[in-house]
T-cell receptor, first 111, second 114 residues
Framework: SQQGEEDPQALSIQEGENATMNCSYK?????LQWYRQNSGRGLVHLIL?????REKHSGRLRVTLDTSKKSSSLLITASRAADTASYFC???????????FGTGTRLQVTL | GAVVSQHPSWVICKSGTSVKIECRSL??????MFWYRQFPKQSLMLMAT?????????EQGVEKDKFLINHASLTLSTLTVTSAHPEDSSFYIC??????????FGSGTRLTVV
């Protein structure tokens, strides 16, 4: 079963704007990861944040984690048309090595 | 970086036939690989965890006799969809652990059963 929900389900913005996606999950986690998927393709790992971290940056990406609210957000700054894709959060819990994915956000960046 | 090769990228088969999908870790050894299924505009649903040299662990609701998984070496896991039917049409993606927390995904296989 899926660990959590993401919102919005779909997001359409113009190039240069920032895009924010949110992920909520249900159980305690070891870490939370964000992935990107271009249409009909595999997943690309973007960033990982551990349960004892609150914020992490990587280039134009900023991820926050609030374990008290069981939520995370992914911010993409200065978006580009090439950022158009689906974005998924995934959690790693307990001793299990399997990732559980959220429902995903489809991002459309227009020129 | 770690690379996982998945083959074929797409396949069309007739109802009742079987299809094999391969997942290879190219530059690292993967004792554990994962198989996911994804319906259009939906998330990835874990089907099974493939363990090198032992039986796969299937998620609840996944028919192990229908989705045969073999992980005979540290670099190769295969998923065979047996007696495929149109409802098995989907996008199948594998992934492999490439470190303590790292997961690398294949590019996926689109299966269409006609």
């Amino acid at each position: 079963s899926q660990q959590g929900e993401e919102d919005p389900q779909a997001l359409s913005i113009q190039e240069g704007e920032n895009a924010t996606m949110n992920c909520s999950y249900k159980t305690s986690i070891n870490n939370l990861q964000w992935y990107r998927q271009n249409s009909g393709r595999g997943l690309v790992h973007l960033i990982l944040i551990r349960s004892n971290e609150r914020e992490k940056h990587s280039g134009r990406l900023r991820v926050t984690l609030d374990t008290s609210k069981k939520s995370s957000s992914l911010l993409i700054t200065a978006s580009r048309a090439a950022d158009t894709a689906s974005y998924f959060c995934a959690t790693l819990t307990g001793t299990a090595s399997k990732l559980t994915f959220g429902t995903g956000t489809r991002l459309q960046v227009t020129l | 970086g770690a690379v996982v090769s998945q083959h074929p990228s797409w396949v069309i088969c007739k109802s009742g036939t079987s299809v094999k999908i391969e997942c290879r870790s190219l530059d690292f050894q993967a004792t554990t690989m994962f198989w996911y299924r994804q319906f259009p505009k939906q998330s990835l649903m874990l089907m099974a965890t493939s363990n090198e040299g032992s039986k796969a662990t299937y998620e609840q609701g996944v028919e192990k006799d229908k989705f045969l998984i073999n992980h005979a070496s540290l670099t190769l896991s295969t998923l065979t969809v047996t007696s495929a039917h149109p409802e098995d049409s989907s996008f199948y993606i594998c992934s492999a652990r490439d470190g303590q927390f790292g997961y690398t995904f294949g590019s996926g296989t689109r299966l269409t059963v006609v």
